[in-house]
């Protein structure tokens, strides 16, 4: 029994993009260690199957398992994403695009947004997009990597939109490979010790117990090991977050990959359409307070791009989060940890931070329930964050329908009321520490919906207005030259492929 001596075995139960990142990066960090690490997965339950669309910081994480951008793309068959591409939720027509980076340039060491405010005021066109190198590329289908250059305006990220099902294959092969054992059987009963209530062995259908002295739950919605086994609770967002179901379905390629996710507003809940190189990812998140299945399954259906490639698939979910993440000897990650809804690819992200977490505060001689509760408050202030930042989606939404204004009339967070206070009355931005969303997050989605600072910031005054107007108008020639010459999405993507079989052949030679 673990406690008395040194972390010797980590058994991950669930292998789905979870187990599998969590294995991935485990075993890579600690392949010298003797720490022995084990994943329960079943191939007869299968994984959800959804989860195609990232934000930037899952390259950061494959980067550190010695990853290239270009082996990931051509493994998964990839598309790149420079950010979410919003359409009808500022009302019916209305477009933003929602990029990985910032906007502009500051100027007279005065923020960006603050100039743009101004002129914004005196008439000077233009949508907020129009400055974001990466929102104008997403825009016009193309795809290049951001300069090195040390001017704010050329800089931007990317992230991918991935099959779900490759990129697990993807780092279960590297985990074996770094040690990882895998047993594929099906979890029937959590052995407890009947005195510290910690967890002892995983019980499997094939009569065998797998004992450990960390559990590490990646088992989906089921949370078999923290909820079920160890009775945590799961506090619930649905008053804020009022999707409960999505319908998704796969439909064939027909024209060359968007380098931006399409979400769509829809009378109870919205759309997404995540491009892949050879089909796209479709679904239909909705509530079903409001809308009965039917009748999601319809829009979808006549929304596809392409022909469907697969049935139509209903997925329940409740928005919230687990109490604690970590309990006793296991830590949840993954969907067993919480989940908020898909609208701004956050859970991949989760998953990463829940493991960055983990290995930070990893129970190497013994549990520490400082080192617990640490993890259990950073957990919990990340969850909260990330929910708000997508609340304030819908809180600020334009549409009609009673869905729509039920959101636009809902009470938010006192956590989320103050960031909107900040900014409606300094045009200030509140950032802490595990916030995932910078604050060029928050600016284009404010911007994106028409929300703007009740007063300017004096600071603009040290440039005069034809000043500002005339660097602003040549922040936006330079982006227009820059995405002129780019390449389109595309060929970046050959390219990638192309290294990719080189370097295969360079292996098997
Ligand atoms: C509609 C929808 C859309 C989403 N879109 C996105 C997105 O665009 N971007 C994003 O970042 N995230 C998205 N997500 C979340 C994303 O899908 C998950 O975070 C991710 O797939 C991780 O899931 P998981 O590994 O926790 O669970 P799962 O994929 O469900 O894996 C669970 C694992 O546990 C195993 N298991 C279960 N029961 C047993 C048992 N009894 N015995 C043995 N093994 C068992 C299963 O076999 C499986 O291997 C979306 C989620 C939903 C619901």
Redesign the pocket.
């Known amino acids: 029994m673990y406690g008395t001596g040194s972390l010797k075995h980590i058994v991950i139960?669930?292998?789905?993009?979870?187990?599998w990142m969590t294995a991935a990066s485990l075993g890579h960090r600690y392949r010298r260690s003797g720490i022995r690490i084990t994943v329960?997965?079943?191939?007869?339950?299968?994984?959800?199957?959804?989860?195609?669309?990232?934000?930037p910081t899952l390259r950061a994480f494959y980067h550190g398992l010695g990853m290239s951008d270009y082996e990931v793309i051509a493994a998964t068959n990839a598309s790149c994403k420079l950010g979410i591409r919003f359409s009808g939720w500022a009302g019916e027509g209305s477009r933003f695009i929602h990029p990985f980076g910032g906007f502009g340039q500051d100027m007279a060491a005065t923020e960006f947004h603050h100039i743009f405010n101004a002129a914004r005021r005196r008439g000077m066109p233009g949508p907020l997009d129009d400055y974001a190198l990466g929102a104008a590329l997403a825009k016009a289908g193309k795809f290049a990597l951001p300069s090195p250059s040390r001017e704010t305006w050329t800089q931007f990220d990317w992230a991918l939109h991935f099959d779900?099902g490759l990129f697990?294959n993807h780092m279960r092969d590297f985990a074996v490979k770094a040690g990882v054992h895998r047993i594929d059987?099906?979890?029937?009963n959590v052995r407890l010790s009947p005195e510290s209530g910690f967890i002892e062995a995983l019980e499997?259908d094939s009569g065998e117990g797998v004992e450990g002295d960390l559990f590490v739950d990646?088992?989906?919605?089921?949370a078999?090991l923290i909820g079920k086994g160890l009775s945590v609770g799961y506090e619930d967002y649905g008053r804020w977050l009022f999707c409960d179901s999505?319908v998704?379905q796969q439909s064939e390629r027909v024209e060359a990959p968007n380098s931006f996710?399409e979400v769509t507003a829809r009378p109870a809940g919205w759309q997404?359409h995540?491009p892949l190189q050879h089909r796209s990812g479709n679904?239909h998140?909705y509530s079903s307070a409001h809308m009965p299945d039917e009748d999601a399954i319809r829009i979808l259906g006549d929304t596809l791009p392409g022909k469907a490639v697969t049935e139509p698939r209903i997925?329940r979910?409740r928005p919230g989060r687990r109490i604690n993440a970590w309990e006793k000897n296991c830590v949840a990650?993954?969907?067993?940890s919480g989940?908020l809804?898909?609208l701004e690819?956050?859970?991949?992200?989760?998953?990463q931070t829940g493991i960055e977490r983990l290995q930070m505060l990893l129970p190497v001689d013994g549990y520490d329930p400082v080192a617990i509760d640490e993890h259990n408050d950073m957990a919990k202030r990340e969850f909260e964050r990330t929910r708000d930042f997508i609340i304030l989606h819908y809180k600020l939404n334009r549409r009609d329908g009673d869905f729509w204004h039920k959101a636009a009339a809902m009470d938010v967070p006192d956590t989320l009321a103050r960031k909107m206070e900040l900014y409606r009355s300094r045009g200030h931005f509140v950032r802490y520490r595990w916030e995932m969303f910078h604050p060029a997050s928050w600016l284009a989605i404010y911007a994106g919906f028409g929300v703007w600072p009740d007063s300017v910031d004096p600071a603009v005054t040290q440039m005069s207005d034809i000043e500002a107007d005339l660097n602003l108008k040549a922040i936006r020639d330079r982006i227009a030259d820059a995405v002129q010459a780019a390449p389109p999405h595309q060929a970046f993507l050959d390219h990638c492929n192309r290294l990719a079989r080189g370097a295969a052949s360079i292996q098997g030679a």
């Open positions: 139960l669930g292998g789905g993009t979870a187990g329960v997965e079943s191939s007869a339950i299968g994984t959800i199957g959804v989860g195609e669309a990232t934000i779900a697990a059987a099906i979890l029937k499997l990646c088992s989906g919605f089921q078999l999505a998704a996710t997404w995540i679904g998140v997925i979910f990650i993954g969907l067993s989940f809804e898909p690819s956050t859970s991949i992200a989760l998953i």
